[in-house]
């Protein structure tokens, strides 16, 4: 224990002074190359390597709580998520993560779960915590909000927020055209809850490339998902009822994410049909679990952590280069083919009607 108090006190006694001094140049100099400052771009790249490996072999620690009350800044944003935790927010993040680390930037994530009162108390909160901008993901943003804000998976237009949003329908010409090539005609649908913030755009989509593929959408084929978080437990829930009351016959199943289509999964096999071949099954994001799911799921895949990456870049770049606002960045999906997708069974109907 006494040791572990030297070696505190060492270190603690390390300042930018000590750093300097140990170099032969003034701490304004060591600040600069530091801090990656404008000023330090005239510097030789041999300076800047003294610096670096002074610092690393004093163990010199900036102090970043003396830092922010220097330049009256906290080098900190808020990350506003519905849940914290589940698979598609904990990729985004560990972009998020990963982008500010490198900029010596940190952040206070807070989970709203999609209660108005809870989000707006929290937005509050971080504020007088001295955040510096807002990630927010799938949240609704009705209003102009007080610092600099990206919103993934927004897509109201409001002034000060960047939507970073999926290409929803070249997403949905993916998936159905592979399901349309496979010989799919009557495929029920899963949309997602009203609060999810994706499900009304990503509706959109799957109408408008149905009608331009002739897909028919069958409104008695259609399982609307209700719920704060949609989870495989709730994947499961509505796909066992719709099974139970549903006597209409289908090949195929499109399912609102990757953890709906896990629930529905199991729900197609507890009722005694086979993933793919009598019914294949799509999802969305291509979280971890997807691929080792049984069987692996074909689904749409979401740069997700990419997405969590472009967000930090933008936000950094509006607060600390002062880069002009822009109202919307798409990023492009991709399509994975796995085990949960086949040809359509032409005998697909006397099963069902089986069942019955």
């Not at 709580?65 to 914290?84: D, M, N, P, Q």
């Not at 929803?168 to 998936?175: E, G, P, V």
């Not at 019914?279 to 971890?288: K, L, P, Q, W």
Request: aromatic share 6%; no cysteine.
């Amino acid at each position: 224990m006494k040791d572990r108090k030297t070696n505190d006190a060492k270190q603690s006694s390390v300042t930018l002074k000590t750093v300097a001094e140990h170099v032969g140049l003034t701490p304004g100099t060591v600040s600069a190359v530091l801090n990656n400052s404008p000023a330090s771009r005239s510097f030789p790249q041999h300076t800047k390597n003294r610096i670096l490996a002074a610092v690393r072999e004093l163990n010199y620690r900036p102090n970043y709580f003396a830092r922010s009350l220097r330049v009256k800044r906290t080098y900190t944003i808020g990350v506003i998520t519905e849940e914290i935790g589940d698979p598609y927010g904990g990729i985004i993040v560990s972009g998020i993560e990963q982008y500010l680390r490198q900029r010596d930037f940190f952040f206070l994530a807070v989970a709203h779960r999609h209660d108005p009162k809870l989000l707006q108390t929290y937005a509050h909160l971080l504020l007088e915590r001295g955040v510096e901008g807002f990630i927010t993901m799938d949240t609704s943003i009705n209003e102009p909000p007080a610092l600099p804000t990206i919103a993934i998976a927004g897509h109201r237009l409001v002034e000060g927020v960047t939507n970073l949003i999926l290409d929803h329908r070249s997403a949905a010409q993916m998936a159905l055209r592979h399901l349309n090539q496979l010989g799919h005609k009557e495929i029920a649908f899963m949309k997602g809850p009203p609060t999810s913030s994706d499900s009304e755009d990503r509706w959109s989509a799957i109408v408008q490339v149905s009608d331009e593929l002739g897909i028919r959408i069958r409104p008695e084929l259609v399982i609307r998902l209700n719920g704060e978080v949609v989870t495989p437990d709730l994947g499961y829930v509505f796909a066992k009822r719709f099974l139970a009351r549903n006597h209409e016959p289908f090949t195929a199943l499109f399912a609102y994410n990757d953890n709906s289509a896990i629930g529905a999964i199991r729900a197609i096999h507890e009722a005694g049909l086979r993933v793919p071949d009598d019914i294949s099954v799509v999802g969305f994001d291509d979280i971890e679990s997807a691929a080792y799911n049984n069987p692996a799921i074909t689904t749409v895949r979401q740069p997700l952590k990419k997405m969590g990456e472009i967000a930090a870049r933008t936000l950094l770049n509006q607060i600390e280069s002062g880069e002009p606002r822009v109202p919307e960045i798409t990023v492009e999906p991709e399509f994975v083919v796995r085990g949960s997708t086949s040809a359509a069974r032409a005998n697909r109907k006397a099963v069902v009607l089986k069942l019955a």
